[in-house]
């Protein structure tokens, strides 16, 4: 068994804001071990990069979650996550959290929501017509439609829209210290608890008062655990799917045959958001940290126990024994199994409201602005920087 530690390599890789993939990656892909790596806080754990080894380490209950949310773990985060937060679970914990929200996330159930989302993004883009270009689609359209679609899900008022926002770019930042988070989590908890309240008196047809009347049946629900499922849907459903279509339209318009062949038919969209999710590295890093609760082999690698494993899915989905071509961007492409969405038990819930989104959002650009290209200048863009997801701060177009 391969059981090297002398080469350890600091992680992430490369500061610099980029929707490549970093060319680190790429011999570690060749191999069939993993690496060591020093993470920004917590010390060192190993790096899974291949597409079965990152499958294993999501999928086998041998690497936990639970057990990743000391102080101590390995992370890319000064946030601690609380033990009460579905992301800090594993089953049976996790799938009696996931069973509460999962029937309101189902494909069916979703594809209700199309033509809500569509006149959502005809709204949006009219406003965009209207302020006239260059425009910035991050404004217009990447950051609201999420944010828009989960509160109106959720049953989140218009006026906490934006505090709710400000406190959700606090806890994916890299740059702020552990206190700051903290409090930034503490506030948000205690206004969520404020609007629960509220939909305690008052039920309305939303997701959140479902989650109470499942809050009430024994063992369900508590009130930690009602608090921070509503976290976790925020904050995860307003940055992730933003960022992933600002990113997705940049890199449309940067390989414009992609794009004219998009616009020629409209019918690829789903596969072209299905490549886009394999194809757009949108964490900087690999995905939450496991620790392995006892030896396990992963590929020629034992990982002791107490040892932590990231799961680099932006890696994986770029493996060459599973996807031909993966560095080239083919939106025709037929065999895409991606781990965009992840993968085993901790598989995004949201995964179908994301990818609903997505192929609302470029059916409407590709059939309204067929000529849509990036204003003079943006290939130098402004990336976000600081935060655990890779980010155009903003994304100014012409139609």
């Known amino acids: 068994m391969h059981t090297d530690e002398r080469l350890v390599i600091a992680y992430p890789f490369d500061p610099a804001p980029t929707l490549d993939l970093e060319p680190e990656y790429g011999p570690i892909l060749l191999g069939d071990s993993l690496v060591r790596i020093a993470m920004p806080v917590g010390g060192q754990a190993w790096l899974a990069t291949?597409?079965?080894?990152?499958?294993?380490?999501?999928?086998?209950?041998?690497?936990?979650?639970?057990?990743?949310?000391?102080?101590?773990?390995?992370?890319?985060?000064?946030?601690?996550?609380?033990?009460?937060?579905?992301?800090?679970?594993?089953?049976?914990?996790?799938?009696?959290?996931?069973?509460?929200?999962?029937?309101?996330?189902?494909?069916?159930?979703?594809?209700?929501?199309?033509?809500?989302?569509?006149?959502?993004?005809?709204?949006?883009?009219?406003?965009?017509?209207?302020?006239?270009?260059?425009?910035?689609?991050?404004?217009?359209?990447?950051?609201?439609?999420?944010?828009?679609?989960?509160?109106?899900?959720?049953?989140?008022?218009?006026?906490?829209?934006?505090?709710?926002?400000?406190?959700?770019?606090?806890?994916?930042?890299?740059?702020?210290?552990?206190?700051?988070?903290?409090?930034?989590?503490?506030?948000?908890?205690?206004?969520?608890?404020?609007?629960?309240?509220?939909?305690?008196?008052?039920?309305?047809?939303?997701?959140?008062?479902?989650?109470?009347?499942?809050?009430?049946?024994?063992?369900?629900?508590?009130?930690?655990?009602?608090?921070?499922?509503?976290?976790?849907?925020?904050?995860?459903?307003?940055?992730?799917?933003?960022?992933?279509?600002?990113?997705?339209?940049?890199?449309?318009?940067?390989?414009?045959?992609?794009?004219?062949?998009?616009?020629?038919?409209?019918?690829?969209?789903?596969?072209?958001?299905?490549?886009l999710l394999r194809y757009v590295p949108i964490g900087v890093a690999g995905g939450f940290v496991r620790v392995a609760l006892e030896d396990v082999s992963v590929g020629d690698t034992l990982v002791r126990a107490g040892e932590a494993v990231v799961p680099a899915m932006i890696a994986a989905n770029r493996d060459g024994r599973v996807f031909e071509e993966p560095d080239r961007l083919d939106i025709t492409r037929e065999r895409c199994p991606h781990l965009g969405f992840g993968h085993g038990a901790h598989h995004c819930v949201g995964g179908p409201l994301a990818r609903l989104q997505a192929q609302v959002a470029l059916d409407a650009l590709v059939r309204r602005y067929p000529r849509l290209s990036l204003a003079a200048g943006e290939r130098d863009t402004d990336w976000e920087t600081g935060r655990v997801v890779r980010g155009l701060a903003s994304l100014r177009v012409v139609w």
């Open 50 to 275: 291949a597409h079965a080894h990152v499958k294993q380490v999501l999928s086998d209950p041998r690497f936990s979650r639970a057990a990743a949310t000391t102080p101590e773990t390995p992370r890319l985060s000064p946030e601690m996550i609380p033990a009460s937060s579905i992301m800090a679970q594993d089953p049976p914990e996790h799938t009696r959290l996931r069973r509460v929200i999962a029937g309101a996330f189902t494909s069916r159930r979703i594809e209700l929501l199309r033509s809500r989302v569509r006149d959502i993004v005809d709204d949006l883009l009219d406003g965009m017509e209207q302020a006239g270009g260059p425009a910035d689609l991050n404004t217009h359209l990447s950051v609201p439609l999420p944010l828009i679609v989960i509160c109106e899900l959720l049953g989140v008022p218009d006026q906490d829209r934006e505090r709710f926002t400000a406190l959700a770019e606090k806890l994916t930042s890299r740059e702020l210290s552990g206190d700051e988070i903290a409090r930034a989590r503490t506030d948000m908890e205690e206004r969520l608890r404020l609007l629960i309240a509220d939909r305690t008196l008052a039920r309305g047809e939303d997701l959140l008062s479902d989650m109470l009347d499942a809050q009430q049946e024994a063992d369900r629900l508590s009130e930690a655990e009602l608090v921070n499922l509503v976290v976790a849907l925020l904050v995860g459903g307003r940055g992730s799917p933003s960022v992933f279509l600002s990113s997705s339209v940049f890199t449309l318009l940067q390989n414009p045959d992609q794009w004219q062949l998009l616009c020629e038919d409209p019918t690829l969209v789903p596969s072209a958001v299905e490549e």
